[in-house]
């Protein structure tokens, strides 16, 4: 009976407490994570680029990304700060008011998926996040063997002119661990922690089987994604012979949330369609 009462003791505190929770979301993706958890209403502030979900907006900003307020954020008296590694600095002088700060890592897709878990552990909310890592898992699992051993580039941004250098995705990001856990390969090799860029002659020297632009400032027109495909069909690579080339205007895409399942289906969409249009030039 005493283990009973002890149980049901933790448990009501365990919601007390979490109920209390004053949050600062110091990265949208962080901000969008603790919504899906159902803790939307424990976020006290969050940054400029953190609109979604739309009650994101309402919320008070403590800055953008590179230039958060520490004045801000204390007069908002959070319990908990929730940031990456680009607002570091920030965590002793947090700590050293008292105010508990948290690192979350989310490069790469175990980070994201851990990033969840660690988040749900400090919100009590691991029921939630249970789920949605279980959904990403089963999205990522669908897409392997829907095409094997091709060679993929993701582009970002809206690049009419490959005369000058475009910005791919290295190793070391979730968009790699994307194509590598479906069976296939970055068609940029090289390890680096630093933001890759290829040049016109990297591009052909790549020679990509499918190329993937996440061009998220495009609202989806389509002649503007058309525009931004024809310099890449004017390239002597597979790709543009086989016309696999890709776009995509979602705002998901590119951010590194809970919401990377849209993303790992749109991929996976993309899979089943180069299937046929390569198989068709090497017939």
């Keep these: 009976m005493k283990t009973v009462v002890k149980l049901f003791l933790l448990l009501f505190c365990s919601t007390i407490w979490a109920s209390e929770q004053r949050i600062v979301a110091l990265a949208p993706s962080i901000n969008e994570i603790l919504f899906a958890l159902g803790k939307g ?7 400029t680029y953190a609109t979604f979900p739309k009650a994101s907006q309402t919320i008070t900003k403590v800055g953008g990304y590179f230039s958060v307020s520490l004045e801000k954020i204390v007069s908002l008296k959070p319990t908990l700060v929730l940031m990456q590694k680009n607002n570091l600095s920030l965590k002793p002088k947090l700590e050293k008011l008292g105010i508990k700060t948290e690192l979350i890592k989310i490069s790469s897709l175990d980070d994201i998926k851990n990033g969840i878990e660690k988040i749900a552990l400090l919100t009590n909310a691991d029921i939630e996040a249970k789920a949605i890592v279980k959904d ?45 856990e479906s069976g296939n390969q970055n068609a ?21 089987d499918i190329i993937y632009i996440l061009a998220h400032s495009v609202e989806g027109e389509q002649k503007e994604t058309q525009r931004l495909i024809q310099p890449w ?10 016309k696999t080339i890709y776009v995509t205007t979602k705002k998901y895409a590119g951010m590194p949330s809970h919401r990377v399942i849209h993303y790992i289906k749109d991929f996976r969409e993309i899979l089943e369609d180069a299937k046929s249009k390569l198989t068709l030039i090497q017939d």
């Excluded at 424990?42 to 940054?47: A, K, L, P, R």
């Design 136 to 180: 990403i898992e089963q999205a990522m699992q669908k897409t392997k063997g829907v095409l094997k051993d091709k060679k993929i580039l993701i582009v970002f941004g809206r690049q009419f002119d490959l005369k000058k250098e475009v910005f791919v995705s290295g190793n070391s990001i979730y968009f790699a661990d994307i194509i590598r």
């Design 41 to 47: 209403d424990s976020i006290v502030g969050n940054t």
């Design 233 to 242: 069909l004017n390239l002597p690579i597979t790709a543009s012979k086989a």
């Design 188 to 208: 940029f090799e090289e390890n680096t922690t630093k933001q890759p860029m290829l040049s016109y002659e990297g591009i052909i020297a790549t020679n990509p």
